[in-house]
C-alpha cells in the first residue's frame, strides 16, 4: 500500500493534517488510528466524558508512576483513543493561550511560530459563533461557542472575584487573557466538536484519503536515516501486521505519549534507553520522552446553600427530565464542558501575565468515576499554567503495545510550589467576597482545619490531593539545542522523511487548555508540507 502522506494518529492534531493534506486533490494519504470510529454516542453529548474517560474502548487508561510531588502517589492519566483522539473525551474547553508563549517559543529561535504567525492557523481552524474579531476567525471547521448553560453559583463565583478585585473578562481569547468569565467551548448546537466531527466528518467521500482504524503504529520503516513508512498492527493486540509506504512524508501525530514512544521503539532517541530495550540505535536523539510539561490542578470543594448540579441531578426522575430537555431542545446540563467559569489571574504584581487558572464547576466529586457529592457543592480549582517541572518517560520495552513508565515529577521546583500554594490562596480569598461569603456554608475538601497562611501545610494539602488536567506536552520539543526533537519546521532532527505535530513539539507549555493549541499545530504543520510539497 503506497501513499503520498501517512499520518500517525486521528487525534487533536492529526485530524486537521488529513483534511488539509488530502485537500486538493493530488496527494494520496493515509490516517491511521490505533482506536476505533467514533460511533459511541456518549463521545458527541458534552457531559459524556464521565462515561469515555477510564473506558478502555476510548481512553487509553494510562496511569503514572508514584510520584515524589504527590506525595507519592499514582494517578489516572487519559488519552483518547479514537477517531478524534483526546478531543472526543476532552472537557470542550476552548483557550488558545497568551500570546506571550509563542512569541517565547519564537525567542528561543523557533522561526515561524511567534504569535503574529500562528494567529492565522487559530482563525483558519475555526467557527466562533460570536462572530469575526480582530483575533476571531468565521467559516473554518471547528465550531467554538459561548457555553449554553449558565448558572448562579458560577455567576456569584465571577461576582465575588470581581469584588476581590480582579476584572471581568468576555472573550480571554481575543488578545487580552485576564481576568474572570465563562469558558468558550468546541460545540455546535450543543454537541461536542471534536477534531474528527470538524476535520474528517465532512470530508468522508473523499477518494485520495483512506482511514485506518483499530489500527496501531506499531514501528517506523526506515531506510538508512530515511523514513519511507511505517508497519502497522490492524484489529487489536494480536492482529496481523501491515507495511504502509509513504513516498513523501509520515507525521506523527500520536500525542506527547505515543509519538515519542513509536520514535523510540523504531530506533530514534536517548542511546542508553533504546540499548536497554534491546533497539538498534538509527539516531540518537537525547530529548524524545523528555521535557514532560503538564498542568496540576487544585481543585477545593465549598458546600453551598444554594442547588448546584450535584442536587439538580440527584435522582432519577431529575436525570429523565434532564435527558429529555437535551434530546428535545439540546440544553440543560447535559450541554455542559468540564467546567463553566475561568479565571486567568496573576499570583504577583509584577508578572507580566497570567500565571494561574481557575475551573470553576457548578458540582463536586471526589472523583469522576464516583459521580458528584450527594450535598450542594462547587469546585474552585486553580492550576499553574507555565510549572517549570518537567517529568520525562521510561521505554520499558520494544513493543508499542507496552505502554512506557510515565515520570511527571509535579511540584519539583521552589517556583511552582510557591504558585500552586499562592493559587490556592487567591482561590480561597474570593470565596470571602462578594455573594460568595453569604452562599458558602463550609469547606469539604480542604476542611476548616487548613489555615491557609500555612505556607508548609497548604502545600502539603495540594500533593496529597492535586491530580491531571490531561495536558502532557512536550516530549518531543522544537528547538536548535542539544534536547530538541524536532525543528522548526517540524521536521525530525537527523532524519528524512518525517515530521511531528501534536501537543509533543511544545517547547514551553502553552498558558491554558492544550486542544486548540493542538489543532492550530496540525493547520500549521500541513501548510508547512504543502508548501513543501509543491
Ligand atoms: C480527559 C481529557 C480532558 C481534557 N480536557 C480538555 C479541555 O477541556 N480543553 C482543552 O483544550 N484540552 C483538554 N484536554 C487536552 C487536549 O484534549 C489534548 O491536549 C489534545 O487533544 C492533544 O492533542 P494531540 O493531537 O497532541 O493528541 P491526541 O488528541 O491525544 O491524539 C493522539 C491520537 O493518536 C492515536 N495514537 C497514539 N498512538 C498511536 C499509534 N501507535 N498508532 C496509531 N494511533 C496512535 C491516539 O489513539 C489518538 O487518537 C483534555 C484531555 C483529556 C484526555
Avoid at 486533490?25 to 459524556?48: F, T
Avoid at 469515555?52 to 508512576?65: I, L, Q, S
Avoid at 518537567?390 to 511527571?408: F, N, Q, T, V
Wanted: with cysteine; glycine share 10%; aromatic share 8%.
Amino acid at each position: 500500500m503506497e501513499f503520498d502522506f501517512i499520518v500517525v494518529g486521528a487525534g487533536s492534531a492529526g485530524c486537521p493534517l488529513a483534511n488539509r493534506l488530502s485537500e486538493n486533490g493530488r496527494y494520496k494519504v493515509a490516517l491511521i488510528e490505533a482506536g476505533g470510529k467514533d460511533s459511541n454516542p456518549w463521545i458527541h453529548v458534552p457531559v459524556g466524558y464521565f462515561k469515555t474517560m477510564g473506558n478502555p474502548k476510548t481512553d487509553w487508561c494510562y496511569k503514572t508512576e508514584p510520584d515524589a510531588g504527590l506525595n507519592g502517589r499514582s494517578i489516572p492519566w487519559p488519552r483518547g483513543k479514537v477517531l478524534g483522539g483526546s478531543s472526543s473525551i476532552n472537557g470542550l474547553l476552548y483557550v488558545r493561550g497568551q500570546a506571550e508563549d509563542f512569541e517565547g517559543w519564537r525567542q528561543m529561535g523557533n522561526t515561524g511560530w511567534g504569535w503574529d504567525d500562528v494567529l492565522p492557523y487559530f482563525k483558519k481552524a475555526e467557527n466562533w459563533e460570536e462572530g469575526e474579531g480582530n483575533d476571531r476567525g468565521i467559516g473554518g471547521p471547528l465550531n467554538v461557542s459561548p457555553t449554553r448553560l449558565k448558572r448562579d453559583i458560577v455567576d456569584a463565583w465571577i461576582k465575588s472575584a470581581v469584588d476581590a478585585g480582579y476584572k471581568e473578562n468576555k472573550d480571554y481569547n481575543n488578545g487580552d487573557q485576564e481576568g474572570v468569565g465563562y469558558f468558550q467551548l468546541t460545540s455546535k448546537n450543543g454537541q461536542r466538536c471534536s477534531s474528527a466531527v470538524a476535520y474528517l466528518k465532512p470530508i468522508r467521500s473523499r477518494s485520495n484519503l483512506k482511514i485506518f482504524t483499530n489500527s496501531q503504529a506499531e514501528k517506523l520503516i526506515v531506510d538508512g536515516k530515511r523514513v519511507d513508512g511505517v508497519t502497522i498492527r490492524q484489529g487489536g493486540p494480536n492482529g496481523k501486521l501491515l507495511n504502509l509506504k509513504a513516498s513523501k512524508e509520515v507525521v506523527l501525530s500520536s500525542g506527547a505519549i505515543g509519538s515519542p514512544q513509536l520514535l523510540m521503539v523504531s530506533g530514534i532517541g536517548p542511546k542508553d534507553q533504546l540499548k536497554d530495550n534491546g533497539i538498534d540505535v538509527i539516531k540518537e536523539l537525547k530529548g524524545v520522552g523528555q521535557n514532560l510539561q503538564d498542568h496540576l490542578q487544585a481543585r477545593p470543594v465549598y458546600k453551598v446553600n444554594v442547588s448546584t448540579i450535584n442536587i439538580e441531578i440527584g435522582n432519577f426522575i431529575k436525570q429523565g427530565m434532564i435527558g429529555l430537555q437535551y434530546i428535545l431542545a439540546r440544553t440543560g446540563p447535559m450541554t455542559m464542558a468540564a467546567s463553566l467559569g475561568t479565571g486567568f489571574l496573576k499570583t504577583r504584581e509584577d508578572l507580566a501575565t497570567p500565571d494561574i487558572q481557575f475551573h470553576i464547576q457548578p458540582w463536586s466529586a471526589d472523583s469522576p468515576a464516583e459521580g458528584p457529592h450527594k450535598f450542594s457543592a462547587f469546585t474552585s480549582s486553580v492550576l499553574q499554567m507555565r510549572p517549570e517541572s518537567a517529568g520525562h518517560l521510561e521505554l520499558i520495552s520494544s513493543d508499542m503495545r507496552e505502554y512506557p513508565k510515565i515520570h511527571p515529577n509535579y511540584l519539583a521546583t521552589k517556583l511552582d510550589c510557591d504558585t500552586m500554594v499562592e493559587g490556592l490562596r487567591i482561590s480561597h480569598r474570593i470565596t470571602q467576597h462578594g455573594p460568595l461569603k453569604d452562599i458558602i456554608t463550609g469547606q469539604h475538601n480542604p476542611n476548616e482545619d487548613l489555615n491557609f497562611d500555612d505556607y508548609d501545610a497548604v502545600l502539603d494539602w495540594a500533593r496529597s490531593n492535586s491530580t491531571t488536567i490531561y495536558h502532557p506536552t512536550g516530549t518531543c520539543k522544537m528547538g536548535n539545542d542539544p534536547m530538541a526533537v524536532v525543528d522548526e519546521r517540524l521536521k525530525v532532527r537527523g532524519v528524512e522523511g518525517i515530521r511531528i505535530a501534536d501537543c509533543s513539539i511544545m517547547p514551553i507549555i502553552t498558558s491554558g487548555n492544550t486542544n486548540a493549541p493542538a489543532i492550530m499545530i496540525g493547520e500549521k504543520c500541513a501548510a508547512m508540507m504543502l508548501e513543501d510539497a509543491a
